[in-house]
């Protein structure tokens, strides 16, 4: 099969690889659409992987192909996404059933083969099958799609509620998404003019302009779920919500993240709920947001801005890196 195979930092190849076959228990996927996530330019560009050569990618949906020894073989031509985390199934957090929390787990797409490629065999475990009215690019997006999904579940969520979402990006979009389904009134804290148009004619949601001639919002929110990861946004998010409100951190931090005194006396003085979350409760999680995109799936659409062949390999990363151009999802998809 071909497949995107990272070699060394800043060297990914198309490249021929020996097909994975399905183990007993396994199934075999034709990836059919792979997110590229902003981990994947990390990975790509600066940190690498666990170990050279991987095949990134860890946001992928596909047909399932052929089953391994002990696989309903019904289960052939069935959509599917992947769970990407092999948690230990021994560790006391995956006793528990939290397995995003694993302390000794393998990954699809940075600790082991992903979904930069034709093919990939999984545990039948991870598997969740799809509806076929949700078109596999918008299938590849259940994996952020989940974590955004955990983020608003782990915020509580009330109806008319007013939540604020801090950062634009694809996970930012998809809270918003998500909370609006759930009954809250979502504003975007956004700082240029072109994503808070992008926000309003596309998905009807209201922009806060935060850039440095932007008046203070009216209204103070009840939650603030903060997608971006800058001390800038955390501090905003912060000085931003009510007395009594709640904040959930999602965005992976840029750097150390500080905090001006005054702040931390309004966490005290307020008695603010500062709530960390980390990727998505499976397989439950995984099943609402599949059910959610199946409702919500020409909603989800527009987050797929853009489409490479698998064969475009490191030339798809570099003219993404390059764009002056909107981004939100780019993914790579085989024919
Ligand atoms: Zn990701
Ligand atoms: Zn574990």
Redesign the pocket.
């Known amino acids: 099969m071909k497949a995107c195979v990272l070699e060394a930092i800043n060297k990914l190849e198309y490249k021929e690889v020996p097909t994975p076959s399905p183990a007993a228990g396994e199934v075999l996927i034709r990836i059919k659409a792979s997110g590229i996530c902003s981990s994947d330019f990390s990975r790509v560009f600066k940190t690498g992987t666990y170990h050279f050569p991987t095949i990134p990618g860890h946001e992928f949906a596909g047909e399932i192909v052929q089953v391994g020894e002990g696989v309903d073989a019904a289960l052939t031509g069935r959509r599917a996404v992947v769970f990407p985390l092999l ?5 006391e ?2 006793k528990l059933g939290n397995y995003a929390l ?4 393998n990954y699809f797409g940075s600790r082991c083969d992903g979904g930069f490629a034709e093919y990939l065999a999984a545990p039948l475990w991870n598997i969740r099958l799809f509806d076929d009215a949700i078109p596999y690019e918008v299938a590849a997006l259940t994996e952020p799609a989940a974590v955004a999904w955990h983020a608003v579940a782990k915020a509580g969520i009330q109806p008319g509620e007013s939540v604020y979402i801090s950062g634009s990006g694809t996970i930012g979009i998809l809270c918003g998404i998500w909370a609006r389904k759930l009954g809250a009134n979502v504003s975007f804290m956004v700082r240029n003019e072109q994503k808070a148009q992008l926000l309003q004619q596309t998905w009807g949601f209201d922009a806060i302009r935060t850039d440095a001639d932007a008046k203070a919002p009216a209204s103070r929110p009840d939650l603030i779920l903060e997608c971006v990861g800058t001390p800038q946004s955390v501090q905003a998010a912060i000085d931003s919500v009510k007395t009594a409100g709640r904040i959930v951190l999602v965005g992976n931090p840029s750097g150390d993240i500080d905090l001006p005194k005054a702040l931390y006396w309004k966490i005290l003085r307020s008695e603010l709920s500062i709530q960390g979350i980390w990727n998505s409760v499976y397989p439950t999680e995984w099943e609402e947001v599949l059910e959610q995109i199946l409702q919500l799936k020409d909603e989800l659409k527009p987050l797929v801005t853009h489409q490479f062949p698998l064969s475009a390999g490191q030339s798809a990363f570099e003219e993404l890196r390059d764009s002056k151009g909107l981004i939100l999802k780019a993914i790579y998809t085989n024919e």
Request: proline content about 9%; glycine content about 0%; overall charge negative.
């Open positions: 948690p230990c199934n021994e560790c957090q995956c694993c302390s000794n787990y």
